[in-house]
């Protein structure tokens, strides 16, 4: 079994920059896809971004594209998410999962993935 921990969040100001990690214990990450999705008070889970067990494959959605770039070191069984020009609306607590493929529409469907970590809280505000 796969235990996510995410971590980095915080508090920024509109503009600004953070980088999340997801760091994995029990398992080894490198045969996973992983996505991370955001759910903010009274909304739904959100995808956001998801890479391919190699890391060769990226996909984002339309609301963060070219804003944040999602990237993996398997050697240390850690996924980041760094998140650039941060807006309000990117307020929300994130959070990281594992699915057997990470590929097209199936990147944003949370309910094919497996293993989910808690969260962490992202806030973004002046």
């Known amino acids: 079994q796969v235990q996510l921990v995410e971590s980095g969040g915080g508090l920024v100001q509109p503009g600004g920059s953070l980088r999340l990690s997801c760091a994995a214990s029990?398992?080894?990450?490198?045969?996973?896809?992983i996505g991370w999705f955001r759910q903010a008070p009274g909304k739904e889970r959100e995808g956001v971004s998801c890479?391919?067990?190699?890391?060769?494959?990226?996909y984002y959605a339309d609301s963060v594209k070219g804003r944040f770039t999602i990237s993996r070191d398997n050697a240390k069984n850690t996924v980041y998410l760094q998140m650039n020009s941060l807006k309000p609306e990117d307020t929300a607590v994130y959070y990281c999962?594992?699915?057997?493929?990470?590929?097209?529409?199936?990147?944003?469907?949370?309910?094919?993935?497996?293993?989910w970590g808690q969260g962490t809280q992202v806030t973004v505000s002046s």
């Open positions: 029990g398992s080894t990450l490198d045969s996973y896809g």
């Open positions: 999962a594992t699915v057997p493929r990470a590929y097209g529409a199936v990147c944003f469907r949370p309910w094919t993935y497996a293993y």
């Open positions: 890479i391919s067990s190699s890391g060769g494959n990226t």
